[in-house]
T-cell receptor, first 114, second 114 residues
Framework: GDSVTQTEGQVALSEEDFLTIHCNYSASGYPTLFWYVQYPGEGPQLLFRASRDKEKGSSRGFEATYDKGTTSFHLRKASVQESDSAVYYCALSDQQGTGSKLSFGKGAKLTVSP | EAAVTQSPRNKVTVTGGNVTLSCRQTNSHNYMYWYRQDTGHGLRLIHYSYGAGNLQIGDVPDGYKATRTTQEDFFLLLELASPSQTSLYFC?????????????FGPGTRLTVL
């Protein structure tokens, strides 16, 4: 079935560093791609999404571009802050019959030091 | 903004015990979901529902039952709890089921099975 691969399990950065978290997907159709963020003690929340090739999603200084050619949706931020420390999940909508469900990657825990 | 609440927030039980986790959403969303979150696995879908009385099987349903009694309330039942079900459980809801649907998550219930 459709799936998402996140290679970084843990990412440790200092404030103002550049962030990249990789996300690659495998899908038979044309899925919508999502980034969710989970702050400590909370449930995940949507960061942004993209549904077509070359579409850029963005929010709070984070961005990712849907690339159908490389099947990727990498998360980037130019200058991270300590408040960005959280777990980041890449997900895709997985078409099944008349509906769809979300398939999540394993998540990347970002720790930003002051 | 969507409001999803879960109870209890923490639960400890013994092997073979009977546990019910509760979820309520107050935004009249049609779809509700139960996930478990484990290190190295991310979020995995247990069951979901698109309305009162409806239940659909997710990706990891073994050992779990669920029931949607009203549009607002969705319960997860572990009738013979096992240590492998020690996990952080999240409930979520969404207005619809399409590719673009945003899921709103509750704060989670941490379950420990001794």
């Amino acid at each position: 079935g459709d799936s998402v691969t996140q290679t970084e399990g843990q990412v440790a950065l200092s404030e103002e560093d550049f962030l990249t978290i990789h996300c690659n997907y495998s899908a038979s159709g044309y899925p919508t791609l999502f980034w969710y963020v989970q702050y400590p003690g909370e449930g995940p929340q949507l960061l942004f999404r993209a549904s077509r090739d070359k579409e850029k999603g963005s929010s709070r200084g984070f961005e990712a571009t849907y690339d159908k050619g490389t099947t990727s949706f990498h998360l980037r931020k130019a200058s991270v802050q300590e408040s960005d420390s959280a777990v980041y999940y890449c997900a895709l909508s997985d078409q099944q019959g008349t509906g769809s469900k979300l398939s999540f990657g394993k998540g990347a825990k970002l720790t930003v030091s002051p | 903004e969507a409001a999803v609440t879960q109870s209890p927030r923490n639960k400890v039980t013994v092997t073979g015990g009977n546990v019910t986790l509760s979820c309520r959403q107050t935004n009249s969303h049609n779809y509700m979901y139960w996930y478990r979150q484990d290190t190295g696995h991310g979020l995995r879908l247990i069951h979901y529902s698109y309305g009162a009385g409806n239940l659909q099987i997710g990706d990891v349903p073994d050992g779990y039952k669920a029931t949607r009694t009203t549009q607002e309330d969705f319960f997860l039942l572990l009738e013979l709890a096992s240590p492998s079900q020690t996990s952080l459980y999240f409930c979520a809801s969404s207005e619809n089921w399409g590719d673009y649907a945003e899921q709103f998550f509750g704060p989670g219930t941490r379950l420990t099975v001794l």
